[in-house]
């Protein structure tokens, strides 16, 4: 794509889907995949004379998201009714908050190509979710499963400058919500859904353009490709002399383009009033502390704790960090094994091609972390040599056996006898005299190959701490 001579504004908000049980003003479940219709009850139906009663655990949740954000909680705010008719949306209108959301400010920090950045929180409100409108046919049909599900929006200032950058902060996002256990993060299932809304700047006037709104963008790749796309066309518009028109946009993923849906609301269009079958939402200080209280390490620090407290690689640090439960793995195995960096390089390269190959979560690894790190513990002791740990690991993922109890059983006991592992290096040092004249001339990455030949002359059974000793002064001889 050409570059853009205009600079790209870019806010977003965000729906995440709060994991409450219930829904927010009934007590009907809130899990994904039921029958259509199932879960519902007169007040998320919207029939007439019920009223809605607040769910304590939805407010508790967005209010932990809020104080991780920095942003500042109000001790008052309010639910507003937002009209509009859908079909989906059986009581003409939406429960949400208006003109006193739970919280304001704040912000997202997180990195992209390497810079850290920082994107401002305008607020972060309560609201419910609609139903679902599925058309097939000549007909269409209506699923009011999702109708009252509790949901926190949250609204970036438009301070995003690219399409890597939505994809960087809406990761982020995603990151702490999970790590805070407030939302699935899952984008197919609808529990975190969102919406763009793109402008370009004219650097050379400083003017900015008409907004559009980017709508359906269901994955993360989706997101970036809708923005881009919403850039370039925005671009053209311009440069041949048009005006961009605001507007809503539909993306649709397959066909990679976007489609007019309709003309974009503003808030006047909603008749926004203050709910009146509920009572204002107050936050006590206790309640504010308790939450504070509970609030678990956030996904920044604890990756700046392991690079100082386990000497482990930045890189390391964000990809153990990436998913809460992989971090939380690794700290428990780092422990068991004595060695933080060899837990580290373990887990993020024979686990982890482990859980890809299967296609799962950490959570799915038959080896539990105490476990692996008795492993590590042989491994890094040297009474296993790398190979046969591998042999080892192999057996522990098929069964409940410690890594102790398969090398007694198997008498895996490394060989650590000087005499014969000593005639074993001179053995092939001898065979290899040209190695061993390149490697005196200065080719020290030779070492590996010499430790491979050991590794096979011994199966994998010999004492790599002695070996690497006694290959040391031969070579050195
Ligand atoms: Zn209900």
Redesign the pocket.
Known sequence: MAKSEFIPVIGLEVHAQLLTRS?AF???PTNYGADPNR???P??LGLPGVLPVLNREMVDMALRLALALGAQVRPVSQFARKNYFYPDLPKGYQISQFDRPLAEGGAVEFDCDGAALRVGLLRLHLEEDAGKSFHDGGHSLVDFNRC?VPLVEIVSEPEIESPAQARAYLTELRRLLQYLEVCSGNMEEGALRCDANVSLRDPATGRMGTPTEMKNMNSFRGVQRALEYEIERQSEVLRSGGAVVRQTLLWDEAAGEARPMRRKELAHDYRYFPEPDLVLLEVDPAWMAGARDRLPELPRARERRFQEQYGIQQQQAQTLCADRALADYYEVAAAASGNPVLAANVILAEVQRWLKDHDTGIGRYPVDPERLGGLLQLLDRGTLSTPLAREVLQEMLAGVETAEQIVARRGLAVMGDEAVLGSLVRQVVEANPEEVARYRAGKRQLFGFFMGELMKATRGKGDPVKLRELLQKALEG
Do not use: L, P, S
């Open positions: 829904k009934c007590g009907c879960h519902t009850c007040v998320c009252g």
